[in-house]
């Protein structure tokens, strides 16, 4: 696993709808996706040695901002709505050479029976939060498939509990949100 930080800013601007990306090699600020009255500007990729000792990057915002600006010039002087970062759990299986950039964002699901005769251990790494469904089924998929369990999934045709009730999708915010480390660095 390799860990590398990403950040993301949200700022306020005039409406648009039109998604911003650049056509070049991966690099930072590449992305300008509207939501509504602010658009997320993304992104950036950074080594990390330790992502317990991991701060909020200031400078890598800036330049989030900088980049972006390119493409849509509203955003350099726009009101920040909120930052947020993490560190991603990159995984290539082969040598990536001294760019994270070129370790895919996919996720990989590791059946350690085959991997190192450690039979029962299944481990899901990479992967964003995006794909988190995809992520659970293929494990869910593997693991079944060691049990003997025929029945496919239905993850995907099953809709998230509170998809069609706002009230018990705020009930279940209430209950199962936490903070994260970026909530107490939000703007």
Known sequence: MHPAS???VTVETPETDTVFNRCRPAADGDIVVPHGS???LGTTSVDVDDADEFATPDAAVERVIDECS???PAASDAP???TYWGVRPLYSPSDYGDDARAIS???????????DDTAGLT???G?????????????ADLVADRLGVTEPSRTANE????HDDPERLDALVDTFDAASPADADAR
Not at 159 to 162: N, Q, R, Y
């Open 6 to 8: 990403g950040v993301m």
């Open 38 to 40: 602010t658009a997320v």
């Open 70 to 72: 390119a493409l849509l």
């Open 80 to 82: 920040i709505r909120t």
């Open 105 to 115: 964002r996919g996720f990989y699901v590791l059946d350690h029976a085959d991997r």
């Open 123 to 125: 481990t899901v790494v």
């Open 127 to 139: 992967g964003k939060l995006t794909t988190h469904r995809l992520m659970a089924e293929a494990t």
């Open 159 to 162: 809709p998230l509990p509170g």
